[in-house]
């Protein structure tokens, strides 16, 4: 998943209550460069006050994982671009 704005937080809430990436081979990745901003409080609902600051993506990973245990969940800080095309490459896709 790239993004953990507005939709990127409610897939990633669906995705922890509905359990998936929740088997032994399941697995959902999060990317977002950016950082949680006041702003975004009223939008996107894994965000509270204290989070203001923190990376996106870690702290909505964070937020799913402890609405699901069982969720295989991980984040990353990058931007999804040609520079990082040795992260996100054709083996990860």
């Not at 998943?1 to 507005?6: K, L």
């Not at 922890?16 to 006041?38: F, R």
């Given at each position: 998943?790239?993004?953990?704005?507005a939709l990127g937080c409610e897939l990633l809430k669906a995705f922890a209550l509905?359990?998936?990436?929740?088997?032994?081979?399941?697995?959902?990745?999060?990317?977002?460069?950016?950082?949680?901003?006041?702003?975004?409080?009223?939008?996107?609902?894994?965000?509270?006050?204290?989070?203001?600051?923190?990376?996106?993506?870690?702290?909505?990973?964070?937020?799913?994982?402890?609405?699901?245990?069982?969720?295989?969940?991980?984040?990353?800080?990058?931007?999804?671009?040609?520079?990082?095309?040795s992260l996100f490459n054709d083996k990860f896709w």
């Amino acid at each position: 998943m790239v993004g953990s704005g507005a939709l990127g937080c409610e897939l990633l809430k669906a995705f922890a209550l509905i359990g998936i990436g929740c088997s032994e081979q399941g697995k959902v990745h999060n990317t977002d460069n950016d950082y949680i901003e006041v702003s975004n409080l009223n939008r996107q609902f894994l965000f509270h006050p204290p989070h203001v600051g923190k990376s996106k993506s870690q702290t909505a990973c964070m937020i799913a994982k402890q609405m699901n245990g069982e969720l295989n969940v991980q984040s990353y800080t990058s931007l999804v671009s040609s520079d990082t095309e040795s992260l996100f490459n054709d083996k990860f896709w």
